[in-house]
């Protein structure tokens, strides 16, 4: 397949349960703007690209909605998001502490952090990966920009009721749907 083809024309998001804040909201749109500059995107054993890709989360179940560039439909895969919970929950602490720090404007603590956040979301995005192999393959720095993406969503939460871990459980009432192409 010619990877050149490979590749996402559109991304549409729609979580249930999060009205993100506005951090999230410019974390989640830079992704998604990053993804449609440059990504490496493949069905395993169909056709080439370009795709449009429909990410939605609902509860636990995170489902990949794939459409040719025409909208026409592909394929839909659906995963259990329970695995990334656990790399969510932790990117989401790390993510905590690096606006802290930002906030008080301490510079030494910025970078440590920042290191630790850049090894989290890489081990994240490598998870999710693996557990998209057998269906799609990407590079890394797509499947970092979807990890954003899903975490993003789950990081609203956190966010908008005042940087407290102890309020994440990865499901609040409302509805967040955003689209860029």
């Not at 995170?62 to 259990?80: C, E, K, Q, R, Y």
């Not at 919970?85 to 990117?91: L, P």
């Not at 499947?143 to 990081?155: D, E, G, N, P, V």
Request: glycine share 8%; with cysteine; proline share 2%.
């Amino acid at each position: 397949m010619d990877k050149a083809l490979n590749r996402l024309c559109a991304v549409e998001v729609d979580h249930d349960n999060v009205r993100a804040n506005q951090e999230v909201e410019i974390e989640q749109r830079s992704a998604i703007s990053d993804l449609l500059e440059g990504s490496y995107f493949e069905l395993v054993g169909r056709q080439s690209g370009p795709y449009r890709l429909a990410i939605s989360t609902r509860g636990s179940r995170l489902t990949f909605h794939v459409a040719d560039a025409d909208g026409i439909p592909i394929v839909s895969h659906f995963m259990s998001a329970g695995p990334l919970h656990r790399v969510i929950r932790g990117y989401v602490a790390i993510c905590e502490a690096h606006y802290e720090a930002a906030a008080k404007g301490d510079t030494h603590r910025l970078e440590a952090i920042d290191m630790g956040r850049r090894a989290a979301h890489n081990d994240a995005s490598e998870l999710l990966r693996e557990r998209l192999s057998t269906k799609v393959r990407t590079d890394q720095e797509t499947a970092r920009r979807l990890f954003t993406i899903i975490a993003a969503c789950r990081m609203g939460n956190v966010y908008r009721q005042g940087l407290s871990l102890e309020n994440y459980d990865g499901l609040q009432n409302g509805t967040d749907r955003r689209v860029a192409r």
